[in-house]
């Protein structure tokens, strides 16, 4: 499966933002999604992961009640819906797709190319 997210940008401490994660080729509902996300200087961190139906969510302690991930079938989409950002949410957001659920990178097989949050103080 190809991933592409988008959506990403600058904001305020405080702002909101919606990330998008495309996916083509390989059945869209075959494959547990995730979020991670490396920031300057750091190793790649789990953000928040999305069963194949939707049904179970799991969030990083760091994001848990700010972020929602969710998907939609018909669009073959993940999102990340981001709220009450904070700077140290700064980082390089990574889409990726595996067949279990989760909190570990390696257990994802296809990886999205990142789309910039900055978030600014």
């Known amino acids: 499966v190809q991933l592409q997210a988008s959506g990403g940008g600058l904001v305020q401490a405080g702002g909101s933002l919606r990330l998008s994660c495309a996916a083509s080729?390989?059945?869209?509902?075959?494959?547990?999604m995730g979020w991670f996300r490396q920031g300057p200087g750091k190793e790649r961190e789990f953000v928040a992961t999305?069963?194949?139906?939707?049904?179970?969510?799991l969030y990083a302690d760091s994001v848990k009640g700010r972020f929602t991930i969710s998907r939609d079938k018909a669009k073959n989409t993940v999102y990340l819906q981001m709220s009450s950002l904070k700077p140290e949410d700064t980082a390089m957001y990574f889409c990726?797709?595996?067949?279990?659920?989760?909190?570990?990178?390696?257990?994802?097989?296809?990886w999205g190319q990142g789309t910039q949050v900055t978030v600014s103080s």
């Open positions: 990726a797709a595996g067949e279990f659920t989760s909190v570990e990178g390696y257990e994802y097989d296809s």
């Open positions: 999305i069963s194949r139906s939707g049904g179970m969510t």
């Open positions: 080729g390989r059945t869209f509902s075959f494959y547990v």
